[in-house]
């Protein structure tokens, strides 16, 4: 199913800033948003930016973020299930961020929000190994 979905017309594919939100703010995925509320608070934080939520499991999540095609400013990762068990599914594999290349922006970012030590040293060893610029980086999560 995967496949399928990253093949699928899509009617707002290259048209999200006009067609829905009517505006040319950067766009902003949170992807494993659950139920939104970061989503909706990064919202109120930044009314200058379009922000779009998104939870659906497996390949399928791709389906709205693929659409918008180098649209997209910032992604956001927050509390992202670590997937210990699954490389494969976890956000910030190389496989995600080859992924994540293709609807961001040029010089697009990834901003990753954990409290799991092992998804904190996994993403910094993943940084390293594909050698991603680092714009900032703390393990102090709530300061």
Request: aromatic share 14%; proline share 4%; glycine share 8%.
């Amino acid at each position: 199913p995967g496949v399928a979905t990253d093949t699928t017309p899509f009617a707002l594919k290259g048209r999200w800033h006009e067609d829905f939100f009517h505006n040319n703010n950067p766009i902003v995925l949170e992807l494993g948003c659950g139920r939104g509320e970061y989503t909706v608070g990064l919202g109120k934080l930044f009314p200058n930016k379009n922000f779009i939520g998104v939870d659906i499991k497996g390949a399928r999540m791709w389906t709205g973020a693929t659409e918008s095609l180098n649209e997209v400013a910032e992604i956001w990762l927050t509390f992202s299930d670590p997937q210990m068990k699954k490389v494969t599914k976890r956000l910030t594999s190389t496989y995600f961020m080859q992924r994540y290349r293709q609807f961001l922006q040029d010089n697009g970012i990834v901003h990753l929000k954990t409290d799991s030590n092992f998804l904190f040293t996994y993403t910094n060893y993943m940084v390293n190994e594909n050698k991603l610029p680092v714009e900032f980086r703390t393990d102090d999560l709530y300061h």
